[in-house]
């Protein structure tokens, strides 16, 4: 993944799929209605021939064999992950309420008249495909062992993206920062001191407490919360205690933030742990408005951190051509192509910035595959790694990515001031990320708290 302010110089023909939102809360309009008791571990093997209506969320409904259908794919994907699995029934309870409130925000795209063509899904496949180094049609035969229906696998991504839409209009748009606060970041940053590459490795467990939720049924909710603290500090698994128990949208993911610095780390985490920063595997609970975290710093390490602004860094000036294997262009002759096209630029036969115009797929092809002069940081690992071992004027061999496979020319290198306005777009965008994740949070919960539930008794 490109990582910095740049990413969208080796990126513009991918389609980026967001996560399926997972934040969920106990609707205050639910009605319980009884029905015959069901034998929930067929979830996992689909045996279960006949389907009834399991939910029913505002005017739809979420029935026994999609529910089957998701849990299944749930359960797929936390072995994948090598996350235990919960018990049956908390893992069904985990999925209804991701479920219920997919179907939330699927009507509120609805009535906004937000839609997703079939040409957009198409391409959000083959980028999945391409990320997976598949084809299509491997990806298809991967679903189907999966026991994964290829059309639910498209109406899944379909409404992603609808879902992504929504939140990009409802929420991303909404989020401002502040001059004021991006003085008070890079202020901060310019007093940093050895620490500042530090990162932690952070995982946690949302349980939100209900709205008017009384004194001790707030308190019982922190006692909880207390309770899952004891029982990974005595060493169950984090990731089985945050897909049972946890309502973030990581739940399913094991609680998993991954490695952040502290400036990316929710303010009420950092407080928790910046007294045991280098404590390894240290559980803790924290209270914010309206909820409590189970807190796990799992480790901390050196990481890289942006410069500030007037300090000297290392930049190259690059050219890349950007070629796509597909089932009409198989990898073998995307490698011959290739391979071909730098030979004749370093026979002299032709020129590096008229074969990107030729050939590229790119929209950089316009511009003779140019990308200008790129930081550290500023592109994927491997195509990083291949530029940064060649000469000025030297062409690299057919380097692969996640978004194809590249023939890179480096034209020069320089050590350049660092620029303030990257800077102050590095702490934007910091900033924004920061507060991202809690506007989501309540935004999701307000369309689970408007949605009217009905949930049939014994589903789970």
């Known amino acids: 993944m490109i990582t910095t302010i740049n990413r969208v110089r080796l990126a513009t ?5 967001a996560a399926v939102p997972a934040f969920a809360q106990e609707a205050q309009t639910i009605r319980v209605i009884e029905e015959p008791a069901v034998n929930a571990d067929a979830a996992l093997t689909g045996s279960r021939p006949v389907d009834r209506i399991v939910a029913v969320v505002n005017n739809d409904v979420i029935t026994e064999y999609e529910l089957q259908n998701r849990v299944r794919q749930v359960a797929i994907n936390l072995r994948q992950q090598n996350i235990e699995l919960p018990s049956m029934g908390e893992l069904r309870n985990q999925v209804i309420e991701r479920l219920i409130l997919e179907k939330a925000i699927d009507q509120r795209a609805k009535e906004l008249g937000i839609r997703v063509d079939e040409q957009m899904v198409s391409a959000s496949i083959e980028q999945i495909a391409r990320n997976n180094k598949l084809t299509v049609a491997e990806l298809r ?27 990009e209009r409802e929420v991303d748009s909404q989020l401002t920062i502040p001059e004021s606060e991006v003085d008070a970041y890079l202020a901060e940053e310019a007093g940093f001191t050895s620490g500042d590459t530090q990162e932690y490795h952070v995982q946690h467990i949302l349980l939100p407490i209900p709205p008017g939720a009384s004194d001790r049924e707030a308190d019982a909710v922190g006692d909880e919360a207390e309770n899952i603290a004891r029982q990974a500090r005595q060493g169950e698994d984090f990731g089985k205690l945050a897909a049972a128990h946890s309502k973030g949208e990581d739940a399913l993911q094991g609680g998993d933030l991954g490695w952040r610095d502290a400036s990316r780390l929710p303010s009420i985490f950092w407080q928790a742990i910046e007294n045991h920063r280098t ?16 807190v796990k710093l799992v480790d901390n390490r050196d990481g890289v951190k942006a410069k500030l602004a007037g300090v000297p860094v290392e930049q190259t000036h690059a050219r890349h051509i950007l070629m796509f294997v597909s089932d009409m262009t198989p990898e073998s002759e995307v490698l011959s192509r290739l391979h071909d096209i730098k030979r004749r630029i370093e026979a002299g036969e032709t020129d590096f910035a008229t074969m990107a115009r030729l050939t590229s797929v790119d929209n950089s092809a316009t511009r003779g595959g140019d990308l200008g002069w790129l930081n550290a940081g500023d592109t994927v690992p491997e195509f990083e790694s291949a530029m940064n071992r060649l000469q000025p004027g030297e062409v690299s061999e057919p380097i692969r990515t996640q978004y194809g496979y590249h023939l890179i020319q480096v034209v020069e290198r320089r050590t350049a001031a660092g620029d303030a306005t990257r800077s102050r777009l590095a702490a934007r965008m910091a900033l924004r990320e920061k507060k991202l994740s809690e506007a989501v949070y309540n935004w999701q919960r307000e369309l689970r708290d408007r949605a009217y539930v009905e949930i049939r008794k014994d589903s789970f």
Do not use: C, K, P, W
């Open 279 to 294: 404590e390894r595997n240290y559980v803790t609970v924290v209270q914010s408005s309206g909820a409590y975290h189970v």
């Open 141 to 167: 035969e991967r679903l189907q062992a999966d026991d994964v229906s290829y059309s639910a696998f498209r109406r899944q991504i379909r409404d992603e993206i609808m879902m992504q839409r929504l939140r």
């Open 13 to 17: 023909l991918a389609v980026l799929v």
